[in-house]
């Protein structure tokens, strides 16, 4: 389920420019999106990063973020020589979040913060 509390700032969709009212998953359920805000995470080195424009969608099982939109952001992943399963997230050379890829999707663990 979505959770409401981790976002900072909030747009209602029947207000907002983006006219984006639903996603639809892989497994072709279409999910209402409620709200439009900001989503501010902890990451590993990097203190604090704000998501813009993330989603509210109540029915959703996971928190998605998505991998182009931090790209477009200036982050990068450089996998774990390692163990090819295994990325990190990087932010001016230093690392944000550990992940793992899972059925070709790239699975990270976020700390969502609810205060400024």
Not at 5 to 19: D, T
Not at 34 to 48: D, H, M, N, R, Y
Request: glycine residues 8%; aromatic residues 8%.
């Amino acid at each position: 389920m979505g959770y409401r509390g981790i976002f900072r700032f909030f747009s209602n969709v029947k207000n907002n420019s983006k006219k984006l009212d639903s996603i639809m998953t892989a497994g072709s359920e279409e999910l209402s999106v409620e709200a439009i805000g900001e989503v501010a995470i902890k990451g590993v080195s990097v203190e604090k990063f704000t998501l813009r424009d993330s989603l509210y969608i109540p029915n959703i099982r996971n928190n998605l973020i998505a991998a182009g939109a931090l790209k477009r952001k200036g982050a990068t992943e450089v996998q774990d020589p390692n163990d090819q399963s295994k990325f990190n997230i990087m932010f001016d050379g230093e690392i944000f979040l550990h992940g793992r890829y899972v059925n070709n999707l790239m699975v990270v663990k976020i700390d969502p913060h609810t205060t400024d």
